[in-house]
């Protein structure tokens, strides 16, 4: 698989989370152009705006200011030129109640949030290439990644 100058877009409030985001992305073996929004009104604003240039996968905080992640999901789900965009979805949260809720709602994948700098590299490691072979669309299985090697498929 090739994996050159991909297209990601990170959807979160925190500016520490983002900055590790980041830095964390530019030490995986990937080219990538990052784009970053800090609210669910600015992401839904700026995927409408940019229907013809999506990216390849959308990272979506849950707990965001003016419209959560779980809202922007429905919202990306219920839109046509949206609804095929892979999400991941990401959280502190261990709550199957809220994990199932993603899933049904249209994640693709769910990962909580690793507190450990080599952790989150390792997530969004392996979260890439799901989206860039394109399973989602192609594969009922939802993916969980965790840091602590209880990934699991959930059907």
Aim: glycine fraction near 4%; proline fraction near 5%; include cysteine.
């Amino acid at each position: 698989m090739n994996l050159k100058n991909l297209n990601i877009l990170l959807a979160d409030d925190d500016n520490d989370d983002c900055m590790f985001f980041k830095k964390a992305l530019g030490e995986i073996s990937v080219s990538s152009q990052l784009t970053i929004v800090n609210d669910g009104e600015k992401l839904m604003n700026y995927l409408t705006e940019n229907t013809d240039h999506l990216p390849l996968v959308l990272f979506l905080d849950i707990n965001m200011p003016r419209k959560n992640g779980l809202e922007c999901l429905y919202e990306i789900r219920q839109n046509k030129k949206l609804k095929d965009l892979p999400v991941v979805m990401f959280s502190t949260t261990n709550s199957w109640d809220t994990i199932d809720m993603l899933f049904k709602g249209g994640s693709n994948v769910y990962i909580h949030k690793p507190s450990d700098f080599a952790q989150l590299k390792q997530v969004i490691h392996h979260a890439i290439p799901l989206a860039a072979e394109k399973i989602f669309s192609n594969n009922p299985v939802k993916y969980i990644l965790n840091a602590s090697n209880n990934d699991r498929p959930r059907k």
